[in-house]
């Protein structure tokens, strides 16, 4: 099990279309899993059977980011299996935005889609979360995910000292590693009855690896650490109580690769015997787009201005959450935004070692 | 064949939902096709087959008015056959709302969805055009859609004296059929690709009557008629040019039944080739919801107020697109307002007459 660190400008982008640097680090943590994917074909030989060939990216967002491994599996497919109809289910929450996938996907912005230069490729969204059967049984040859899967199904509870199950400590944490490994089996026990025999998973999630390191935490500053001192600190200036600090919990779980590996290992478990088989794993660090960048411009107030709004987009919601309901709207907003902004001002001021590195663990899975 | 008229308050409001009176009349429609549907799924034999059985809603929109004829296919077939996953595809084009559709059938909307009471569903969209493949081929079981296919894949040119296919005459009259029958053809054969042996279309179109009705002409005021004589006294006033005046033409064909039903019943058409046989046929009318409503509640304003906006839903881009790019974007969009006013005013102060029925083709057909 390697672990190997990628630079976002290692990987090229193929696909010819903008992304803004937010999207840049999640679609650099994807394309480097596509030769993981093109393995996993390699492995189900397309060309043994002549039904639809069908794949999802489960928690696709808007499809920008996979775009150019969806490309990538569709072209090595239809080179292999010249009239094999090829499907492609993206899925995601029910409020996720079906309309800018589409748009994407059908070629209607300035994102290259590969719908034009492979025949015979049927495309469909389905809302379904993955604690749930998304497809019909037997009928999925692979499914992909990044990125996704450490959002739990639900909160186990609050944790007292810190924002995050990566500071969580006894109790509180082995509340946040249960549901971990109760989400990851349902999770994998749903794929199980959709796969085909021999078809595959290739999952890419948040990870501690081997070393201790989690996003955000990869030898710099801690970014949850950041999170959590910046939140006690509006406890200790009256800004919010201590009940708004401990309903600030994420509802995540960052599994290490043993965490991921057990239910594919033991042969007791629901997982093994649904059929499922570890193929390969390691762990990666795509490094953080946005210290990348301030390490070329080295203007802390620009780094501190494009790198906040990323963390915010998937906190802001838990941390509104936690504010008390008795508080008038405009109230919350008003905290919120000084939240943010105390971070910003924070990493303006000394920049040096803040960043959100990406850690992975990159798994290849197979049904036997 | 028959002619059977349906007045909408027949139509009972199963799902329980809210629906405004713009959505009631197509919810009518489609409600009205139930019985087709559930004779074209006897005529099947779900329980014949352990596979999945797949349905599509063609042109489904935000899947509203659909949502208690699918609720009765999918508990109609779950009653025949108890373990079959179902597989429902709502299609459309690429910028319909997706998003308003996902969270109808989620239910997270007041519209009651039928997820929660069938069992082994599965929901899938597609932004697909019918005028291309939409599933791979020998997958779908019964493919539905309401009201969508008299839009033609292109405008097969100008009519210099109508803004309708209804009103055109000699060669004028002669491309739009023509393009009316290629795009029917089109339509079919990739549906009879699509669909397994003995799967069935249940389709719902726009149709001229054998009484030589169709929307909004069924004996009073001629809904089309009136579009054109507002559009007709703007030239004549000067407000817009001949050539604008032109270029509102409708891409919309209303077939006739025989052109409906030609295609599955001549030997030599490529869609009789391809299997597709008429099962049955009849055409039916819907009474206008607005106009229905007027008589009950007799107020003038009221129901020029309600019956206009949705007269402009489905004309306004087209009118719209046919003014001159030359004037100013404001100058454009006072001229349309005004347009759709006149005519507002027109049914203002002289209701009796007005109104928009639908007339309808209700088709059966099967794979053979």
Redesign the interface.
């Known amino acids: 099990m390697a672990t190997k660190s990628v630079h976002a400008d290692d990987v090229a982008m193929k696909g010819g279309g903008y992304y803004s640097l937010t999207t840049r680090g999640a679609k650099d943590v994807i394309d480097t899993a596509i030769p993981l994917v093109l393995k996993a074909i390699d492995g189900m030989a397309p060309a043994s059977d002549a039904g639809?060939f069908t794949m999802s990216d489960m928690g696709c967002a808007d499809g920008g980011t996979s775009i150019d491994m969806v490309r990538a599996v569709l072209e090595k497919v239809r080179a292999l299996a010249l009239s094999r109809?090829l499907?492609i289910?993206y899925t995601d929450q029910?409020?996720n935005?079906?309309?800018a996938?589409?748009?994407i996907?059908?070629g209607?912005t300035e994102i290259e889609s590969y719908l034009k230069a492979v025949e015979g490729v049927?495309?469909?969204?389905?809302?379904?979360s993955f604690y749930l059967?998304?497809?019909?049984?037997a009928?999925l040859n692979l499914g992909f995910s990044a990125t996704a899967m450490h959002w739990l199904s639900a909160k186990p509870g609050n944790i007292s000292n810190h924002v995050h199950a990566v500071g969580a400590k006894s109790a509180e944490l082995a509340a946040f590693a249960k549901q971990g490994r109760r989400d990851w089996e349902t999770i994998l026990l749903h794929r199980a009855a959709e796969l085909v025999s021999g078809g595959r998973l290739v999952l890419v999630n948040f990870c501690r690896d081997e070393q201790g390191r989690y996003l955000g935490h990869t030898g710099g500053i801690s970014m949850f650490d950041t999170f959590n001192s910046i939140w006690q600190s509006f406890v200790a200036d009256g800004t919010i109580s201590e009940d708004e600090y401990l309903d600030m919990t994420l509802p995540q779980y960052y599994r290490s690769v043993e965490e991921f590996t057990k239910p594919l290992e033991d042969p007791a478990n629901e997982v093994y015997k649904a059929g499922l088989r570890l193929e390969e794993v390691e762990t990666r660090i795509v490094q953080c787009p946005f210290a990348a960048e301030f390490r070329q411009h080295a203007d802390p107030a620009k780094f501190a201005r494009s790198y906040i709004p990323t963390l915010r987009s998937w906190t802001e919601s838990t941390f509104f959450g936690a504010l008390s309901g008795e508080r008038a709207l405009d109230e919350r907003r008003e905290i919120i935004d000084r939240y943010y902004s105390t971070y910003e001002t924070m990493v303006r001021d000394d920049p040096e070692g803040h960043g959100m590195d990406y850690v992975h663990a990159y798994m290849s899975v197979v049904k036997a």
């Not at 059967?133 to 049984?137: D, G, H, R, Y």
């Open positions: 639809v109809p499907q289910v029910t409020f935005d079906y309309n996938l589409f748009r996907i059908h209607a049927f495309v469909q969204a389905s809302a379904t059967p998304i497809l019909p049984p009928t």
